[in-house]
């Protein structure tokens, strides 16, 4: 299972930690990713975070903006939003997989992020 938070409203050029916490599986064994899903559009792949953290990947949208980090121990990846932008306002799922490049195999439920201009 697969619980995303710290979504939440902040103005543009402001920042937000999200974190998705997963339970009840070897979260090790698992490469980790962020996606999101703005009103009327499909949901889209934000970054990924491969099963130690040594490889990641961004979209072109969010690089230099976003990063993604994990914590094993905790059973936490965590996905840090600076530099805002109305644009990045979606819904923002984490999901996990045994592929690389990612492919996700399970989804969370989503956190609301709203940047206002």
């Known amino acids: 299972q697969l619980q995303a938070s710290g979504g939440g409203l902040v103005q543009a050029g402001g920042s937000l930690r999200l974190s998705c916490a997963a339970s009840g599986r070897s979260f090790s064994n698992y490469a980790m990713g962020w996606f999101r899903q703005a009103p009327g559009k499909e949901r889209e792949f934000v970054a990924a975070i491969s099963w130690g953290g040594g490889r990641t990947s961004y979209a072109d949208s969010v690089k230099d903006r976003f990063t993604i980090s994990r914590d094993n121990a905790k059973k936490v990846v965590y996905l840090q939003l600076n530099s805002l932008k109305p644009e990045d306002t979606a819904v923002y799922y984490c999901?996990?997989?045994?592929?690389?490049?990612?492919?996700?195999?399970?989804w969370g439920k989503g956190t609301q992020v709203t940047v206002s201009s």
């Open positions: 999901a996990a997989g045994t592929s690389w490049p990612f492919k996700p195999d399970y």
